[in-house]
């Protein structure tokens, strides 16, 4: 069964997300999948489960109290591919799922900048509590963070389906934002491109550490230096926030605190999920002190 009780401590959010995906892969297309326990919902804990109920066709089988009816007003688990003005001014957003209809690139890139400039003019209208949130954390880094993770999935995903989903909490001044897709995932990518890379695990060591990318040209000179301004810009002590990246079997979480590589014992995720955690920080952040 289904539980989401872990707190938010990011790394036990993590080991219950992989317990929920494995209790999902063993069920069958069509199943009856059951949640037995809701006490905390975060984007990274509930959006890869809304992705897999719906490939899968599962039928969610929720408890009765706050937390499901928190869940149907987050348009859990099938999403909307847009967003009206009944969502504007909430302190969410609720989920979006973009179905990929065509290989017309040029298409895709449409449906992600469109994407792309909903979702940015969302996050301005819905963190309301604190009006200085946006103001400090300011739109050029909100734009750059979920602008990089939607240009990596036009570039390497060939993804047929793409989640987003955001949350703000006003007693900690924090938003959480997860954007996940079942594309070919990092290794995939990397492979396609010739570069050297054995596993996922291998792929996400050698993406965090040596900053390797798919990208096309001379492998032994081209370095991606999106992931690693990613990470700089959420992961200092202006910002202190996170960053988890998933992808296949491997997993990476890095706070301000630590950072660690994950092995996903008995499943593999097919795509990447990514989440990132900002919080308020004193005075205006300057995104290019970090972003090289």
């Not at 909490?169 to 290794?187: H, P, Q, T, V």
């Amino acid at each position: 069964m289904i539980q989401l009780v872990a707190n938010f401590n990011t790394e036990p959010r993590l080991r219950e997300l992989f317990n929920n995906l494995r209790y999902m892969e063993s069920l069958s297309n069509g199943d009856e999948c059951y949640f037995e326990n809701i006490k905390y919902i975060t984007p990274i804990s509930i959006l890869p489960i809304s992705a897999v109920l719906n490939c899968k066709d599962l039928v969610a089988r929720l408890p009765e109290g706050t937390c499901s009816d928190y869940l149907k007003t987050m348009k859990f688990p099938s999403g909307v591919p847009i967003v009206t003005d009944e969502y504007l001014n909430k302190t969410y957003i609720p989920i979006i799922h973009l179905t990929v209809e065509s290989s017309n690139r040029q298409w895709l890139s449409y449906q992600l900048t469109q994407l792309h400039e909903q979702f940015l003019e969302l996050l301005r209208s819905n963190i309301i509590a604190d009006p200085t949130f946006i103001q400090f954390v300011t739109d050029t880094t909100l734009g750059f963070l979920v602008g990089e993770t939607l240009d990596n999935i036009e570039e390497h995903a060939n993804a047929r389906n793409i989640y987003i989903f955001a949350q703000y909490w006003r007693k900690s001044n924090s938003c959480e934002i997860c954007i996940l897709d079942d594309g070919d995932g990092l290794y995939g990518s990397l492979n396609k491109a010739g570069r050297d890379v054995t596993d996922s695990l291998d792929a996400l060591k050698k993406i965090i550490e040596k900053g390797l990318s798919a990208k096309t040209g001379d492998p032994d000179s081209i370095r991606g230096t999106g992931i690693k301004n990613m990470r700089d810009s959420l992961i200092n002590q202006e910002i202190n926030g996170e960053f988890i990246l998933i992808s296949g079997n491997a997993g990476f979480f890095q706070s301000s605190q630590h950072e660690q590589l994950i092995t996903i014992r008995d499943y593999f995720w097919n795509g990447t999920i990514l989440a990132m955690k900002i919080n308020k920080p004193l005075t205006v952040f300057n995104m290019y002190r970090y972003v090289r």
